[in-house]
């Protein structure tokens, strides 16, 4: 009933920047949690950020001062402003969201299928 569809990745250098954006669709009462993922060649996913349903945005160590999480909940929407890229920060960047006030928190309820972006240097 929910799809996430995920866009804004590609090819870039080290140093740009890429802003990537997660449109949420289907019948959606409400959205808790947003959030951004990614995995890299060989390594397990990780959060890079997450904001709440009042705009509180946390970030991995790596993303701080770098990357920009942001929502619109009028569009269902999600964003993240990526700026000084390195490639380390190659990877398959996956949305998710939480809509259920669960009493224990095991994963997002929906994921993206997720956008490549690759850091050239």
């Known amino acids: 009933q929910v799809q996430l569809v995920e866009s804004g990745g590609g090819l870039v250098q080290a140093g740009g920047s890429v802003r990537l954006s997660c449109v949420a669709s289907g019948s959606i009462f409400r959205i808790l949690e947003m959030a951004w993922h990614r995995q890299a060649p060989g390594k397990q996913r990780e959060l890079v950020a997450e904001?709440?349903?009042?705009?509180?945005?946390t970030y991995a160590d790596y993303a701080k001062g770098r990357f920009t999480i942001s929502r619109d909940d009028a569009k269902n929407a999600v964003y993240l402003q990526m700026n000084s890229l390195e490639p380390e920060d190659t990877a398959v960047y996956y949305c998710a969201i939480l809509v259920t006030n669960k009493p224990i928190f095991t994963d997002y309820d929906y994921w993206g299928q997720g956008t490549q972006v690759t850091v050239s240097s």
């Open positions: 904001i709440t349903s009042g705009g509180t945005a």
